[in-house]
Each structure stands twice: as C-alpha cells, then as structure tokens.
C-alpha cells in the first residue's frame, strides 16, 4: 500500500491516517468539516490536498447512517482500488450498499475494537489500534485483493485481523460495547440529581464503571441506532437480572427468616455469575486473565512520582502487569494499585518500603 485515502477525520479516522503515514503511506484527507481536516494535517495525518489518481485504499471512517452514500460516491467517482468503512455496526451499512446498488466486489465492511472516551482528530494517536482485534466482515463478493489491502492495513496499524460475519458482529458489540455504554451512562445518571455529599465520596469503583459514561451523546446516539435491535434484546435480558436482584433485596429487607434466605441466595447467584462472566474476559495478550495480586502505595500528586515508582519496581526486579490510580476527593494524593504476579508481591512490597513509600494493606 503506498497510498490511501480517509474520509472523516475523527478519532478512528485521523488515527488510521497516522498510523499509516508513520509507516510511508501517503493519506489523502477529506471530512464535510474543513478545520477538522486542518487540525488532522497539523497533526501530521496526511495531507488536504486531493489524489492525483485513485489511491490504493479508501477508509470511510463516518458514522453507520452515513457509510453507505458515502461509499457508493466514492466507487462511482473512482477514488480507490479497494474500499472499507470502519463503522461500529455492520449488517446495516452492508445492506444499505446493497440497496444503492454499491459495488460489493470492491467493498469490504471492518471495525477495528478501540477507542477513547473523546472524539475528533485531536484525540487521535497512531498507536490506537496496537493489539487490539480488528474485525473483518468480508462476504463471497468480496475481492481478494481488497481483503490483502483491508489485512496490510490492519498490519500497518498494529491490530490484530478476526473474520466475522456481520450479523454475529453486530450481536456481539451489542454485548461487549454497546450496552455496556448505555449501563455506564444510566448508573452515571444517578449522580446528576445525587446530594453533593453522596457525590464526594465517590471512590474508585464508581469512576470504573461511569468512565464511558463521558463519551459523545450525538455519536453514540447515532451507534445504537443502528444497532438497536440486538442492544434491547440484551437490555430485556439485564431487566429481567434487575428485577431477581430487586425482589431478592427486598426479601433481605423482611422479617421472614425464609424470605430472607431466599434473598441471600438471589444475591450470591448474580455475583457468582458476574464473577464467572468476568472470568472469561480476556487479560494480557488476550490470554485468559491472570490472578494478579494488587500492591496499593500511597502516591503524591507532584511530577516524576510516577516515574519513580515504576522504577523502583523495575530495580527490583518486578514486571507491572497493570495499574490503576485512586485519587483521593480533596488532597494532593492518591493510591496506585499496582498489579502484579503473586509471586512477586513480598519482593515488591519490601523494596518499596525500604525506599520510603507507604503502603496500604489490602
């Protein structure tokens, strides 16, 4: 691949855009908004300037409702050899295409599993793809050579290729993506009206599962509509666990011995089940999550404290497999949570201590 071009310079846009220029592609930029194509070249994404022929391969990076028009101008105009979108969704957009009468030889449907929280081009990074599963949906139409230009990009970024069939993508996002962000926004909902002192004692545990909940409304309003079928079955099926959870807390609540031991039953049942659900959540390298053990370590808010402790584990000789930062509400403080291998905590723990940090028992 020695040229490409990207319509729409937001996050997964611009991101691609870099990823490919860093490794000597040359990216022909074009979004309906100029300042974002502006702000992309600035970061060094590509250039405004138009092809002086069709480009190798075109990545339209716009949301689901927009895909298919926008591919069917940019085949009927000649503008690539191969074409792909990058959309979150892809049964709707493949059939959209379809009925527009699309080329589907030269069209291959891909999502790439990353994102952030912010949107637009200057959240973009060139590494956004790295390790992370980028899904293909190619169909019996679609050409081998758009395939081996749709798998050297994903190279190019640093992803890693998985085949699917589209319908059973749209499934599974609805579960590992989708519904989850509607889950972060309703719990993170709750706080909006929430006594400010409820608010200040905010811990870790509710930044976790609100993190998402500060993503683009317009964005993901125009992602679940396309998407909405799979998503509601999913949230039918969670409404369904609510209602056990809140009859088995209101059975905590009575002065039935019986009842409140058919309670405690429902309530372990949902936790078992979310930890056995956890448990297949793939860890590092996407291998099966590993049983790390957390070393918490009371951390100041100055610069190059993180900086030290990461090598004051590494002289130690300890690998940090994850980390996790709780600040705490009104100081110039916090906790790390370092992650490490089991085996490692007492070796971790006391070279720590003999440098001078503090450290929480857990």
């Known amino acids: 691949m020695r040229t490409a071009l990207v319509v729409g ?3 997964i846009g611009t ?16 979004d309906q908004d100029p300042e974002r194509v502006r702000t992309a070249t600035a970061l060094g994404a590509g250039t405004a300037d138009k092809p002086d022929g069709p480009v190798d391969l075109a990545i339209v990076a716009v949301p689901p409702a927009h895909v298919a028009p926008i591919l069917v101008d ?17 049964g709707g957009p493949g059939r959209a295409l379809r009925d527009l009468d699309g080329d589907q030889v030269s069209y291959l449907g891909s999502h790439p599993m990353s994102g952030r929280e912010q949107n637009g081009p200057l959240a973009a990074t060139a590494d956004l793809f790295q390790g992370r599963p980028w899904v293909l949906t190619p169909t019996v139409e679609t050409d081998t050579e758009v395939l081996n230009l ?22 599974a996002v609805a579960l590992v993506s989708h519904t989850p962000q509607l889950l972060s926004s309703l719990v993170a909902a709750r706080l909006e009206s929430a006594d400010e002192t409820a608010v200040r004692l905010c811990g870790q545990g509710i930044r976790d599962v609100t993190r998402i909940a500060a993503s683009d409304p317009a964005m993901w309003t125009e992602i679940l509509s396309a998407n909405p079928g799979p998503v509601a079955d999913i949230l039918a099926a969670v409404a369904g666990d609510l209602d056990e959870a809140v ?39 996407g291998q099966a999550p590993a049983a790390y053990r957390t070393v918490a370590v009371l951390i100041g808010d100055q610069p190059g404290e993180l900086a030290r402790i990461f090598a004051d584990a590494g002289a130690a000789g300890v690998n940090i497999e994850d980390v996790r930062i709780e600040h705490a509400t009104g100081q110039q403080a916090g906790h790390i949570q370092l992650m490490v291998d089991p085996g490692a905590v007492a070796v971790l723990e006391a070279a720590l201590r003999d440098r001078g940090w503090s450290l929480r028992q857990q």
Request: hydrophobic residues 45%; proline residues 2%.
């Open 15 to 30: 991101s691609a855009a870099l990823a490919l220029v860093g490794r000597g592609v040359r990216v022909h930029l074009l």
């Open 247 to 285: 009859r088995a807390l209101r059975a905590l609540d009575s002065a039935d011995e019986q009842k409140r031991g058919g309670g405690v039953t429902g309530i372990e049942d949902v936790l078992r089940r979310g930890n056995a659900g956890r448990a297949r959540v793939p860890g590092k390298h």
């Open 9 to 11: 310079t937001g996050l």
């Open 74 to 90: 940019a085949q009927r105009r000649g503008l690539a050899r191969g074409y792909i979108d990058v959309a979150s969704v892809k």
């Open 150 to 171: 749709a798998l050297e990009l994903i190279a190019l970024c640093g992803a890693v290729p998985v085949v699917m069939d589209a319908d059973a993508h749209d499934r």
